[in-house]
């Protein structure tokens, strides 16, 4: 298996709902990523896990929670989000070796509307 | 933090003729440089990548350029192909800064057939 998945496709959800974005990879990659991209701009990088340990926060707001339970799996927590945090969030992951850079693979992310 | 820009933000070529994109970065420290294609509605797709110890890389129609010294790199495309039609994004990243990379504004290429 040399792709990732992610689920839903799409969501909708309101202001005071709670739901979950899940991520997969079957490609024994350490490093798994999540990031959000609003529509015509760049991935912007919001976690980073390596070896199931979150290694980067770039000071995302607490309504947005990440989990790694294992190795091949990624979620994203949300609760009480905003409408502009609609986007397209996209999971990725990469080998995580010492002192080498490793290509990140992205999944086909969910497109996420908040009411 | 890492700083990476981007041009052209949009470009049109017609089929067959080749297309340029630029990208600056801050940190002297990066070393590894990729460049993705986003096709509408899809995920962002790797299509070549070049580390800090190489000048230059090529694969079929597609070539990367670095150039350390003024902190720039460029993607190359020739004979240019309606399939070719996306978004390029460049990124910047230093291992030392925990798998990090730092993405371009993207360049919308359009190929005219």
């Known amino acids: 298996d040399t792709e990732v998945t992610q689920t839903p496709k799409h969501l909708v959800m309101g202001m005071t709902n709670k739901k979950s974005l899940k991520c997969e990879q079957h490609?024994?990659?350490?490093?798994m990523y999540w990031y959000k991209q609003k529509a015509k701009k760049p991935p912007e990088l919001m976690f980073v896990y390596s070896y199931e340990k979150l290694s980067i926060n770039e000071s995302v707001p607490s309504r947005f929670s990440p989990e790694c339970p294992n190795s091949s799996l990624l979620n994203l927590h949300l609760h009480a989000l905003q409408p502009e945090d609609s986007a397209l969030y996209l999971c990725?992951?990469?080998?995580?070796?010492?002192?080498?850079?490793?290509?990140?693979?992205f999944g086909p992310g969910t497109r996420l509307l908040v009411l | 933090g890492e700083n990476v820009e981007q041009h052209p933000s949009t470009l049109s070529v017609q089929e067959g003729d080749s297309a340029v994109i630029k990208c600056t970065y801050s940190?002297?420290?990066?070393?590894?440089f990729p460049w993705y294609k986003q096709e509408l509605g899809k995920r962002p797709q790797l299509i070549i990548d070049?580390?800090?110890?190489?000048g230059e890389k090529k694969d079929q129609r597609i070539a990367v350029t670095l150039n350390k010294t003024a902190k720039h790199f460029s993607l190359h495309i020739t004979e240019t192909q309606p399939e070719d039609s996306a978004v390029y994004f460049c990124?910047?990243?230093?291992?030392?800064?925990?798998?990090?990379?730092?993405f371009g504004g993207g360049t919308r290429v359009l190929v005219k057939p």
């Open positions: 070049i580390r800090s110890n190489v």
């Open positions: 490609m024994g990659h350490r490093a």
């Open positions: 940190d002297s420290a990066s070393n590894y």
């Open positions: 990124a910047a990243a230093i291992k030392a800064a925990g798998n990090k990379l730092t």
């Open positions: 990725a992951s990469s080998q995580d070796r010492s002192g080498r850079w490793e290509t990140q693979y």
